[in-house]
Nanobody, 118 residues
Framework: QVQLVESGGGLVQPGGSLRLSCAASRFTFSAYYMRWVRQAPGKGLEWVADINNGGGSTHYADSVKGRFSISRDNAKNTLYLQMNSLKPEDTALYYC???????????WGQGTQVTVSS
């Protein structure tokens, strides 16, 4: 079955940076669009960013535009999210997901926690 495993989360001060990784396996990673989705405490799922299968096209939620950067290394079957200028509002459980028509994703990782606090 498809496997997605996020890592790289942790505690960071406001204004700091983190890079999240998502290791993909057991499917043809390079054939799929991928995305990052997050869930803040007590809130619903929020789409964060998309990247096409080749990595040449990206899209971002307004809340993270200019601060976050999604990328991928298809040779390593890995998706990344570089997060800069972090704010307390970015505190959430971050998931990588395989994009699919009509839904945020058909397969999801277990999530990695990002906490932005002084």
């Amino acid at each position: 079955q498809v496997q997605l495993v996020e890592s790289g989360g942790g505690l960071v001060q406001p204004g700091g940076s983190l890079r999240l990784s998502c290791a993909a396996s057991r499917f043809t990673f390079s054939a799929y669009y991928m995305r990052w989705v997050r869930q803040a405490p007590g809130k619903g799922l929020e789409w964060v960013a998309d990247i096409n299968n080749g990595g040449g096209s990206t899209h971002y939620a307004d809340s993270v535009k200019g601060r976050f950067s999604i990328s991928r290394d298809n040779a390593k079957n890995t998706l990344y999210l570089q997060m800069n200028s972090l704010k307390p509002e970015d505190t959430a459980l971050y998931y990588c997901a395989r994009a699919w028509t009509g839904v945020l994703g058909d397969y999801w990782g277990q999530g990695t926690q990002v906490t932005v606090s002084s």
